[in-house]
T-cell receptor, first 111, second 114 residues
Framework: GQSLEQPSEVTAVEGAIVQINCTYQ??????LSWYQQHDGGAPTFLSY????GLEETGRFSSFLSRSDSYGYLLLQELQMKDSASYFC????????????FGKGTRLSVIA | KAGVTQTPRYLIKTRGQQVTLSCSPI?????VSWYQQTPGQGLQFLFE???????NKGNFPGRFSGRQFSNSRSEMNVSTLELGDSALYLC?????????????FGEGSRLTVL
């Protein structure tokens, strides 16, 4: 089976940096994606890593280590609006296979 | 450009009934995926359609079915509803099943089974 592990909850202070980890054990691996979902809202795409290394998009960065089957999402200069659930997702093979999602990490940003 | 539209947004059914949910993807998107989301379980993959063909299917019982029309709109049906089917059902579209893993989600249909 496919397994993606991420912490269920994380709390961080406004203005700080937080890292949300994701480890995966899957039958294949094509790339790792991250999604954000606010309460009552639709999941929205944040980032994608297919190769090892860091991808930066504004305040958000995502990292992948294929050899360690591990990735993380880094959120800098946290804002209250970043309070949401964050999901990692693995594409197992080529574009013809579905995304497999982790159970999500609920991030609470406090003042 | 309009986003992914799902109808109805909320519905309540009783055990044993059936339900049909509808999804209109972003214009030009040919791939539609369906996911079930329940508290603490993340998003569970149901099925994916591409050009009217079911390309992938998740590990759900046969009570869950779907289809895609020639205009890429998709429907999913759940028959003989059970209490455990209460969930948020999310539809996502992409141009052709992007290897980047970028899906565009609708806001979902929240189903409550009593």
């Amino acid at each position: 089976g496919q397994s993606l592990e991420q912490p269920s909850e994380v709390t961080a202070v406004e203005g700080a940096i937080v890292q949300i980890n994701c480890t995966y054990q899957t039958s294949g691996f094509y790339g790792l994606s991250w999604y954000q979902q606010h309460d009552g809202g639709a999941p929205t795409f944040l980032s994608y890593n297919a190769l090892d290394g860091l991808e930066e998009t504004g305040r958000f960065s995502s990292f992948l280590s294929r050899s360690d089957s591990y990735g993380y999402l880094l959120l800098q200069e946290l804002q209250m609006k970043d309070s949401a659930s964050y999901f990692c997702a693995v594409r197992l093979n080529s574009g013809n296979t579905p995304l497999v999602f982790g159970k999500g990490t609920r991030l609470s940003v406090i003042a | 450009k309009a986003g992914v539209t799902q109808t109805p947004r909320y519905l309540i059914k009783t055990r044993g009934q059936q339900v049909t949910l509808s999804c209109s993807p972003i214009s030009g998107h040919r791939s539609v995926s369906w996911y079930q989301q329940t508290p603490g379980q993340g998003l569970q993959f149901l099925f994916e359609y591409f050009s009217e063909t079911q390309r992938n299917k998740g590990n759900f019982p046969g009570r869950f079915s779907g289809r895609q029309f020639s205009n890429s709109r998709s429907e999913m049906n759940v028959s003989t509803l059970e209490l455990g089917d209460s969930a948020l059902y999310l539809c996502a579209s992409s141009p052709r099943g992007e290897p980047t893993g970028e899906l565009f989600f609708g806001e979902g249909s929240r189903l409550t089974v009593l």
